[in-house]
């Protein structure tokens, strides 16, 4: 094993903060239904999701390899590569954070790493068939199979509940709640912690730590479940609010509902080594469990800028990690400007969501956009034109305007003489 250069310990730091990013980006998988049915506040939700975070960062590394061994030739890399791949995974993570969009931290990364990998040693280095089988099917098909089976499981659940104490089977719902949103921290825990395993991995391959081929060490893998579990903790509120009540309008029967399937999904996902995104399962299942329910809304206008966002995440941060690889390539001042660029990019995001600050107080604010029957859709609001003018302004409205000054009073003309 050679020595620990100074470039690798900037990426495994870059890796961990990703890691923290995927952290409180990805905390309203598990917790945003939880907190906004009522059955856990805010604080003690993340506080219960970070902890199970953590714990299922230790239960599998099936994804970790796939990562770390599958997706890109290891051996046409260099170190440089992992940490541009970072920077486009971690600036994405942040925009989409900003505007409330609940997109995918594992297409984040996994966009960087290939745009950094084909600037760097070109396509026939990206793995197609890892690509295609491990990444983007389970993209598609994951979110239908959640979406489908959180629908039926919801009218299942008020179709055996119907002649219950209305009450009783309210609390019995939300002790199901808790439970289900446990499973799908576990879950994410064991999914996407894996993946910061893997990339760490990866660059201490390339980077001559690790002989070829190795697993995930135990450092790695107890410091990448730490640094999720701190991001979680910390809550990525405005995220939260989208998806417990800005997508949909949800009762402790559909919480269960969507919850629990979006776990089975996840856990089976984990142990088949796929890259799922946990944001895009547990989405589905919120809309399925939305639709799911007699007279079932679903806010359209937000899911329809949730999937701009899933659309463009692959390419926004695979352009920005090729950009990124191509500054490194100039030596070590190119490095240090992709650092730069980071920590001022990342600093600016973080003063601008100062304008509308989203936390544990306000997280269930009620969203302004109406919820729509989809009985009741009109039908231009289907056509592809509609739907993405009104993504579009529905992306930038998200952001808050900076406060105006305020106007000085008119002056009061003289009276006449």
């Not at 906004?36 to 970070?50: C, F, I, R």
């Not at 912690?193 to 995930?216: D, E, F, R, V, Y």
């Not at 956009?369 to 009104?390: F, G, H, I, N, R």
Request: charged content about 10%; hydrophobic content about 50%.
């Amino acid at each position: 094993m050679e020595s620990f250069s100074l470039i690798l310990a900037i990426v495994v730091i870059t890796a961990l903060v990703f890691d923290f990013t995927n952290g409180f980006h990805d905390t309203a998988n598990a917790m945003a239904t939880t907190i906004s049915t009522g059955a856990l506040k805010p604080k003690v939700a993340v506080a219960m999701s970070a902890v199970l975070n953590l714990v299922g960062a230790f239960l599998s590394v099936e994804v970790a390899n796939t990562i770390s061994k599958g997706l890109v030739d290891e051996s046409g890399i260099r170190p440089e590569v992992i940490f541009a791949a970072l920077v486009g995974a971690i600036l994405w993570n942040l925009l989409t954070w900003l505007v409330g969009l609940p997109s995918s931290s594992s297409h984040a990364l996994m966009g960087g790493l290939i745009g950094a990998t084909v600037a760097s040693a070109g396509i026939g280095a990206v793995h197609g068939g890892v690509l295609v089988t491990k990444v983007l099917l389970p993209a598609v098909a994951a979110p239908l199979v959640a979406g489908i089976s959180a629908l039926v499981a919801t009218r299942l659940t008020y179709r055996l509940g119907r002649n219950t104490d209305g009450r009783a089977a309210e609390r019995g719902h939300r002790a199901g709640q808790i439970a289900s949103a446990g499973l799908v921290s576990l879950a994410h825990g064991t999914n996407d912690a894996q993946k910061t395993m893997g990339i760490i991995t990866l660059a201490l391959i390339t980077g001559g730590a690790l002989a070829p081929g190795s697993n995930p060490p135990v450092w790695v893998i107890a410091s990448a479940g730490i640094a999720i579990a701190l991001g979680t903790y910390v809550g990525g509120w405005r995220i939260i609010r989208t998806m417990g009540k800005g997508l949909t309008d949800l009762q402790p029967q559909q919480g269960f509902a969507a919850q629990t399937s979006a776990a089975t999904a996840i856990l089976a996902s984990s142990h088949l080594g796929f890259s799922l995104s946990t944001t895009h399962v547990v989405s589905g299942a919120v809309m399925g469990a939305g639709l799911g329910r007699k007279g079932g809304v679903v806010r359209w206008s937000t899911a329809t800028r949730m999937c701009v966002a899933w659309a463009l995440t692959l390419p926004a941060a695979a352009l920005v990690g090729a950009g990124a690889e191509a500054m490194t390539r100039l030596g070590d001042w190119g490095t240090g400007f992709v650092a730069a660029f980071l920590v001022v990019s990342s600093a600016t995001i973080w003063k601008i969501s100062r304008r509308e600050v989203v936390d544990h107080t306000n997280v269930n604010a009620a969203d302004e956009t109406p919820a729509v029957a989809d009985s009741e859709k009109p039908s231009d609001a289907l056509t592809p034109a509609t739907l993405a003018s009104q993504a579009a302004e529905d992306l930038t409205a998200t952001i808050p305007a900076p406060a105006s000054a305020p106007t000085a009073p008119a002056a009061t003309p003289p009276a006449a003489a």
